[in-house]
């Protein structure tokens, strides 16, 4: 008989259900990106991506060819031709203004002004006929409403790996992300032992303090600090725009977060290795180096994760202490660039997307059997 501590609580179902939709509701606009930045570009203006294996549906427009082209055939005159011009397609609807393109279904004969008559096949084969002769300079303009099949194409790719600059602007980017990513670890794990092991008065208070910081607003005192930088700066002949004051915000932006989640997991450590290691003789030097560092290392990996996450999408910051020079330019900056000043590229930037991941998908498959670990542990225990 099967013990009742062997059967699986409702609960878990339900745990189990409620993770499974999460994953299934980052993972599909993600799947939308991807399928958008392979298909042609016009199939994107008109549908969704959730349609790219059915065919879809384009609204166009033909100039027929002008009155003196006519003909005249069993007592009427008729103008011929095919709306694809050569090209090939499938006419659904057709009409004869912009507002009413499927008024006529492909194959019916429509009475426009004067008697003129259009009959638009589903080949695109078109007739336009009168029983007077027709006049006029131009040619009778035919809307007509034709089904696409699915398009996938690299296009929107070779456009953004074309674009001029985008190596450098690969290179700015990296520039700025792996040092504003090391520095704030190799200041956050000093402090972090300290207040974690080390006894001195305000200990408690610089805890509070770091916590407090966590809540402050990037936006509020990014402006402050770059006035505070210049006016440094100034003094010491340091440039304004440059990497070393994005290097700096960077870090204090990281700090809090940092020394937090640090400070937890080096509290958790087991204390019978740090009294035995100072029974031997071992500074505090010491203790970080051989045994906290190596100890701690699913923090820091953690952190890495996310500071570096945030560094290389980072726009905002870099356009204010880096600059907009063609030369200065982060990656994002770069592909917010090729969308034009009013977006009219913007079918480019689903493929902008996937090339802007792929180093974070490197860096995070790199160490995300860290990144759980480093987040959980000392959440239940502290020092």
Known sequence: MIGSSSRRSPLTFVVHLTVLFLVVLWTLPTAGLLISSLRDKDQIAVSGWWTALAPSKQNAVYRAPAPDTQVEQNGRYVITGNVFDGGTGTVS????????????????????????????????????????????????????????PPQFTLDNYREVLSAQGLGQSF?????????????????????????AWMKFPGRALLIALVVGLLVVPLQMSLIPLLRLYNDIGAQFGVSPKGYLGIWLAHTGFGLPLAIYLLRNYIAGLPREIMESARVDGASDFDIFVKIVLPLSFPALASFAIFQFLWTWNDLLVALV???????????????????????????????????????????????????????????????
């Open 93 to 148: 609807a057709f009409g004869n203004s912009v507002q009413t393109p499927d008024e006529f279904e492909a194959g019916e004969t429509a009475t426009l002004s004067d008697g003129v008559t259009m009959t638009v096949a589903e080949n695109g084969d078109f007739t336009i006929s009168s029983a007077e002769p027709m006049k006029g300079r131009r040619g009778e303009r035919i809307f007509y409403t034709t089904s696409v």
């Open 321 to 383: 202490f880096l600059g907009s020079r063609d030369d200065q330019l982060v990656l994002t900056g770069r592909l917010v660039n090729l969308l034009g000043s009013r977006g009219g590229n913007w079918e480019i930037l689903t493929a902008s997307a996937f090339i802007t991941i792929i180093v974070p998908l490197i860096v995070f498959f790199s160490l995300q059997r860290f990144l759980v670990r480093g987040l959980l542990a000392g959440s239940v225990k502290g020092g």
């Open 171 to 195: 290179i700015n980017s990296l520039t700025v992300a792996i040092p504003s990513t090391v520095i704030p670890i190799l200041i956050a794990a000093f402090a972090a032992y300290a207040l």
